[in-house]
């Protein structure tokens, strides 16, 4: 997972990634961590740098040597607007509907030798008392970085031809 969260860092800092963003008014991502509550207490962190990505893993082994990472990632979002019925300015509060199409999007494309194409499974708008607005896309892929248990080494050899012989003895 190493390598995945090198290219995470790395596809976001490209230019033209952040372009992406930038194209339709919106300030690309500025901060990527492992996730650690940061959304829920902003006392226990020192940098409160947003638009953040906030990404956990866990990875499910399966009995044929397969395994699948899951992975979680908290789009945080500084929304300072209205968007009720009321609101003044919805054009501006619904760009955070933009940031998260686009960061789907993006990452979808990171994918490494050990980590598959991303698939969306899951995505949510928390509704918990957060310091940010946070939105949770969850994606899956196929995983190759570690095996459950060792594989034994098969032995090989020319079974084209077989030799046989009787020498079966019986008891009676």
Same mark, same amino acid.
């Given at each position: 997972?190493?390598? &995945?969260?090198?290219?995470?860092?790395?596809? &976001?800092?490209?230019?033209?990634?952040?372009?992406?963003?930038?194209?339709?008014?919106?300030?690309?991502?500025?901060?990527?961590?492992?996730?650690?509550?940061?959304?829920?207490?902003?006392?226990?962190?020192?940098?409160?740098?947003?638009?953040?990505?906030?990404?956990?893993?866990?990875?499910?082994?399966?009995?044929?040597?397969?395994?699948?990472?899951?992975?979680?990632? *908290?789009?945080?979002?500084?929304?300072?607007?209205?968007?009720?019925?009321? $609101?003044?300015?919805?054009?501006? $509060?619904?760009?955070?509907?933009?940031?998260?199409?686009?960061?789907?999007?993006?990452?979808?494309?990171?994918?490494?030798?050990?980590?598959?194409?991303?698939?969306?499974?899951?995505?949510?708008?928390?509704?918990?008392?957060?310091?940010?607005?946070? &939105?949770?896309?969850?994606?899956?892929?196929?995983?190759?970085?570690?095996?459950?248990?060792?594989?034994?080494?098969?032995?090989? $050899?020319?079974?084209?031809?077989?030799?046989?012989?009787?020498?079966?003895?019986? *008891? &009676?």
């Amino acid at each position: 997972m190493k390598d &995945f969260y090198n290219k995470l860092h790395q596809v &976001f800092e490209q230019e033209a990634t952040k372009d992406l963003y930038r194209s339709k008014g919106i300030v690309p991502i500025q901060y990527i961590d492992f996730y650690a509550g940061q959304d829920y207490n902003d006392n226990l962190f020192e940098a409160h740098i947003f638009p953040a990505l906030l990404v956990q893993w866990q990875i499910a082994y399966t009995d044929n040597y397969e395994a699948v990472a899951t992975l979680t990632f *908290r789009l945080c979002y500084e929304q300072l607007r209205d968007l009720s019925s009321l $609101g003044q300015n919805k054009v501006e $509060g619904l760009k955070f509907l933009d940031f998260i199409n686009i960061t789907d999007s993006i990452l979808k494309t990171v994918e490494t030798p050990s980590t598959g194409k991303l698939h969306l499974i899951n995505e949510s708008l928390s509704i918990e008392d957060t310091v940010v607005d946070v &939105f949770t896309l969850t994606y899956q892929c196929s995983y190759c970085g570690k095996q459950k248990s060792p594989q034994t080494k098969g032995l090989r $050899g020319d079974f084209e031809r077989v030799e046989l012989t009787a020498k079966l003895k019986s *008891r &009676f």
